[in-house]
Nanobody, 118 residues
């Protein structure tokens, strides 16, 4: 029984910062990757940042240079540091975990709201 729980969302002014956290619980097996996705009103869900088991990262062009994904494997945590926030970053942010063993499967959190507004 695997569960992902996000925290750290909230209201912030343009130019501000937030740090999102995602805790994973339960027996998972082998983790292939962790990631953050977001969905803004009227838009499709998009990849924000992803980190693989080898430590490789990739980011959406819109957040590159502003956001940083990191992880703590021992604690089964993944983080998203968001700096220089813009109104366009307003969305529900979802935590993702990709499992590779014993079977391939993806887990999702319920999401946390991030609102960037003056």
């Amino acid at each position: 029984q695997v569960q992902l729980v996000e925290s750290g969302g909230g209201l912030v002014q343009p130019g501000g910062s937030l740090r999102l956290s995602c805790a994973a619980s339960g027996i998972i097996g082998s983790i292939a990757a962790r990631g953050w996705y977001r969905q803004a009103p009227g838009k499709q869900r998009e990849l924000v940042a992803r980190i693989t088991v080898s430590g490789s990262t990739n980011y959406a062009d819109s957040v590159k240079g502003r956001f940083t994904i990191s992880r703590d494997n021992a604690k089964k945590m993944v983080y998203l540091q968001m700096n220089s926030l813009k109104p366009e970053d307003t969305a529900v942010y979802y935590c993702n975990l990709e499992k590779s063993w014993p079977n391939r499967y993806e887990y999702w959190g319920q999401g946390t709201q991030v609102t960037v507004s003056s």
